[in-house]
């Protein structure tokens, strides 16, 4: 059985969480790449975070989740699983990373500000640094080069077990978010390089309109 059709059989163990969230876990696990015990842990706090606030997987770009795990620490693919069950994707500039390195998101709507933090409770944080998955990690093995029966089974009941049990919900409140610039919908060719660059990331140098790096200007 090759990776994908893995990664389809055991998304099978989502089915209880309603209809469609099996599919939105094969996704996620294709493009994550390996099962691990962090994704599917941001897959459900992500999931849930909806749930709460009465939303849906985001189709356009009107929430933003605040993940609070970062960068050089043991399971930075919670923010994976975050970003793939609600919708809140890197390229739509939707996900922040606070960097505390604990396992919660903060999910919040930009029309109205409406929040809610959602994180695993410590048992669910615990029993994963405590498999055979995390001990294999440590000593250097890659992901994806880790024997999948050693966490298999964890995977399947994270990804099934009610949400009460390993997820801690907060009181809904309102996020104040700050504004921002309305995105640019022209482009322009860099007079140097010649490359198509977004209007509002030109620069001008000696009379001529160049992007960033031809400027040699700070970001
Ligand atoms: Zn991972
Ligand atoms: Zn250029």
């Known amino acids: 059985m090759n990776r994908f059709e893995y990664f389809k059989e055991i998304s099978g163990s989502a089915s209880v969480l309603g209809e469609g969230w099996d599919r939105v876990l094969e996704a ?3 493009v994550h790449g390996h099962l ?32 609070e795990t970062g960068v050089f620490h043991a399971a930075g693919c919670f923010a994976d699983g975050v970003q793939f069950a609600t919708g809140c994707t890197y390229g739509k500039d939707l996900i922040k990373k606070l960097d505390y390195g604990k396992w919660a998101v903060t999910l919040a709507l930009k029309k109205d500000g409406k929040a809610v933090r959602v994180s695993v409770r410590p048992e669910a944080v615990e029993a994963m640094f405590a498999g055979k998955f995390m001990s294999e990690r440590k000593r250097g093995v890659p992901p994806a080069e880790v024997n999948p029966e050693f966490i298999l089974e964890g ?44 209007e509002n990331k030109m620069r001008i140098k000696e009379g001529k309109k160049v992007c960033l790096p031809c400027s040699e200007y700070g970001v």
């Open 28 to 30: 996620s696990l294709i």
């Open 155 to 198: 995977f399947k009941k994270t990804i099934s077990r009610p949400d009460e049990e390993i997820l801690e919900v907060s009181k809904i409140f309102t996020y104040n978010f700050s504004p921002t610039p309305k995105p640019s919908f022209n482009i322009v060719k860099c007079e140097v390089c010649g490359e198509m660059t977004a």
């Open 36 to 67: 691990c015990g962090a994704m599917p842990l941001g897959f459900r706090v992500g999931r849930l975070a909806l749930k709460v606030l009465g939303t849906e997987r985001e189709p356009n770009m009107s929430k933003v989740a605040f993940v």
